[in-house]
C-alpha cells in the first residue's frame, strides 16, 4: 500500500537557520505530493503541491521538488523565522480508480521549533 | 470568507454515550472526509464521501457512523462501539474527485472521556 516517511523530529533551529525536512514515499501509480503546516490547536493548512515528477511546489519562501527517480519530496526553507514554528505533514493522493476521492495518506509529521 | 466550520472545539463524552461531531463547508465542495489525529502520528482517515447520499469507509470505521443529507453537511458520530475516542478530528473538503484535488482543513474537534 501506500506509505509515507519523514524525519523524526522536533527539529530545532535557530532565526534565520537553512531548513531541510525529509520526505521519501512508497506508492503504486503517480501521486500527487503535498506538504502541509500545523499550527497550535489549528486543522492543516495546504502549504505547497505537486502533481508530477520535477515539478517544484513553492509557497511564502518554502520549497519542495518531486523527485520521481528518489522517490521524495523534501521540504526546504533559505531562512526560518519564529513564526514558522509548527508541525509540517508530508502527504501523497494516489487514485487507484478513476473517479474516487482523492484520499490523502499522511507522514507522522514533523515538529520545527525555531528560536531566537 | 469561504471554509470549513467544525463544532465544538471541545467535547467531552461520558461511557456509554453518542456523540455527534459538526462539520460545515461554504466551498460548494463534492468531497469531504473525516480524519482523526493522534499524538505522534499522522491523520487516519475515519470515513469520506463523494457525493450527497453516499459515503465509504476509511481506514478505521468501526465505532463510527456518518451521514451526508446535504452537500455543506457532513457529521460525524462517535458510538459507544468506539472504545479508545480521545483524539483530535479534522474534517475536510475537496472541490472533487482526482488526486490533484487539495484538502482544506477545519480547525478540528477535540474530543476527551469524562
Known amino acids: 500500500g501506500d506509505s509515507v516517511t519523514q524525519m523524526e523530529g522536533p527539529v530545532t533551529l535557530s532565526e534565520e537557520a537553512f531548513l531541510t525536512i525529509n520526505c521519501t514515499y512508497t506508492?503504486?501509480?503517480?501521486?500527487?505530493l503535498f506538504w502541509y503546516v500545523q499550527y497550535p490547536g489549528e486543522g492543516l493548512q495546504l502549504l505547497l503541491k505537486?502533481?508530477?515528477?520535477?515539478d517544484k511546489g513553492s509557497n511564502k519562501g518554502f520549497e519542495a521538488t518531486y523527485r520521481k527517480e528518489t522517490t521524495s519530496f523534501h521540504l526546504e526553507k533559505g531562512s526560518v523565522q519564529v513564526s514558522d514554528s509548527a508541525v509540517y505533514f508530508c502527504?501523497?493522493?494516489?487514485?487507484?480508480?478513476?473517479?474516487?476521492?482523492?484520499?490523502?495518506?499522511f507522514g507522522t509529521g514533523t515538529r520545527l521549533q525555531v528560536t531566537l | 470568507d469561504g471554509g470549513i466550520t467544525q463544532s465544538p472545539k471541545y467535547l467531552f463524552r461520558k461511557e456509554g454515550q453518542n456523540v455527534t461531531l459538526s462539520c460545515e463547508q461554504n466551498?460548494?465542495?463534492?468531497?469531504m472526509y473525516w480524519y482523526r489525529q493522534d499524538p505522534g502520528q499522522g491523520l487516519r482517515l475515519i470515513y469520506y464521501?463523494?457525493?450527497?447520499?453516499?459515503?465509504q469507509k476509511g481506514d478505521i470505521a468501526e465505532g463510527y457512523s456518518v451521514s451526508r443529507e446535504k452537500k455543506e453537511s457532513f457529521p460525524l458520530t462517535v458510538t459507544s462501539a468506539q472504545k479508545n475516542p480521545t483524539a483530535f478530528y479534522l474534517c475536510?473538503?475537496?472541490?472533487?474527485?482526482?488526486?490533484?484535488?487539495?484538502?482544506?482543513f477545519g480547525d478540528g474537534t477535540r474530543l476527551s472521556i469524562l
Open positions: 475536510a473538503s475537496s472541490m472533487g474527485t482526482g488526486i490533484n484535488q487539495p484538502q482544506h
Open positions: 505537486a502533481t508530477k515528477a520535477d
Open positions: 502527504a501523497l493522493s494516489d487514485s487507484h480508480k478513476a473517479g474516487t476521492a482523492s484520499k490523502l495518506t
Open positions: 506508492a503504486t501509480g503517480y501521486p500527487s
Open positions: 464521501s463523494q457525493i450527497v447520499n453516499d459515503f
Open positions: 466551498l460548494n465542495h463534492d468531497a
